[in-house]
């Protein structure tokens, strides 16, 4: 029996629609939980009393490696009270010798090249990580990328923080600044919104999230939780997969730090190769993740997103109602993402990127549409020189 034209349209009305309203109910949860985290301050009495080890694992980093350890090594943070350990994984650039010519005596560089062969190891950042964790003297491990920079009192804020709630694990914020084109805007405008559901999926308890360019954990629970094992065949997943590893073993151990000055800085990948790489290994992970509730709701985002993709595809087969359909989908999802984007931009003072609201809107859309597949279809990748798997 044949299925009828008005019977496939019922179809193919119903799924969109449903997706639509996940979305809908799922940005309006982001918002939410947002404006419930207290903006942190550091009180003024505070006296630091924990030792912290700074961790940044760095891979051929002479262009950036510098500023970076010139921000960590000048805290305004009582120097008896941390060390810096810098990872050279195995860097074919000058990062070791510009980093050593630096001089700072509470700056220690370990060669990774040292302590492992490289020819049987898939994660050489976790490795590299759990290196200096083995070497560590602070109770608190904090770690940044050797890309990123930060503000005097970033320590003051994160230490604070933890003495004040004794977390087991602290996330904090990632931001891309300086950039020069569209595809770095859209990353930066991209990384606003994900700071935002990064906390707000914390302060809610249902999406934990969050980036290794600003963490700080407990060595204790990092030990606890016995470091990478079980997640160190990924090569990516030191910040997410760990973090979700110690909310199982301490539930409501976890906090957002929420304050622009705690904020680590980045630059936005340059060209759209090196964005794809860096993309496809950060979902790389999502399979592995052991909470289904960060993997249904990327899930259901991609699944949104191709939704709006073939509904335009189909206009030519279906006609005006499938452009109804197309418009409502694209309106309604630009209106909920710039609602939660404007929130982060003017938390940020970044209110300019909004200037590129509609360019990233469309390219958001086949962003996660494209990687999304891609993670799924390709198994390997390039990131710095090295063919990861």
């Known amino acids: ?72 090594c000048q805290q305004h943070f009582p120097t008896d009270l941390y060390e810096v350990l810098l990872v050279d994984d195995h860097s074919t650039d000058q990062t070791n010798t510009i980093a050593a010519a630096l001089g700072y005596t509470n700056l220690k560089i370990i060669t990774l090249a040292d302590h492992v062969d490289k020819n049987k190891i898939q994660s050489f950042k976790k490795l590299g990580i759990a290196t200096a964790i083995d070497q560590a003297t602070g109770t608190l491990i904090v770690t940044t990328d050797a890309d990123c920079v930060v503000s005097p009192d970033w320590l003051n804020y994160l230490v604070s923080f933890y003495e ?145 993709i073939l509904s335009f595809l189909l206009i030519p087969f279906f006609g005006k109602e499938m452009f109804l359909i197309f418009v409502v989908q694209f309106l309604v999802k630009s209106f909920m993402d710039y609602q939660l984007l404007s929130t982060m931009t003017r938390f940020f003072h970044r209110d300019d990127l909004l200037k590129t609201f509609w360019t990233s809107q469309v390219m958001h859309i086949v962003y996660v549409a494209g990687i999304g597949l891609l993670a799924n279809l390709k198994k390997e990748y390039n990131w710095k020189g090295r063919v990861v798997r």
């Open 164 to 308: 004040a709630h004794s977390y087991k694990f602290i996330a904090a914020p990632v931001n891309f600044y300086h950039e020069k084109n569209t595809l770095e805007k859209f990353q930066s405008l991209d990384f606003q919104g994900m700071m935002g559901i990064t906390g707000a999926g914390i302060q809610g308890d249902f999406m934990r999230m969050c980036n290794g360019a600003n963490l700080a954990y407990e060595k204790s629970a990092y030990t606890a939780v016995n470091g990478f094992t079980g997640i160190d065949q990924l090569a990516s997943g030191d910040d997410m997969l760990l973090m979700q590893k110690v909310i199982s073993t301490f539930p409501g151990s976890v906090g957002y730090l929420k304050n622009l000055a705690a904020c680590t800085f980045t630059r936005a990948q340059p060209n759209l190769n090196s964005f794809v790489s860096q993309r496809l290994r950060w979902a790389s992970k999502s399979a592995a993740y052991p909470e289904w509730q960060v993997t249904f709701i990327l899930a259901m985002t991609f699944f949104f997103c191709w939704s709006i």
């Open 1 to 72: 029996m044949a299925i009828s034209k008005s019977f496939k349209m019922n179809w193919l009305l119903l799924i969109p629609l449903l997706l639509m309203g996940y979305y809908i109910y799922l940005l309006r949860r982001y918002l939410h939980f947002w404006h419930q985290i207290p903006i942190w301050k550091i009180p003024g009495s505070f006296q630091p009393k924990t030792k912290v080890t700074v961790i940044i694992p760095a891979r051929n980093e002479a262009e950036n490696i510098a500023a970076c350890l010139n921000s960590v």
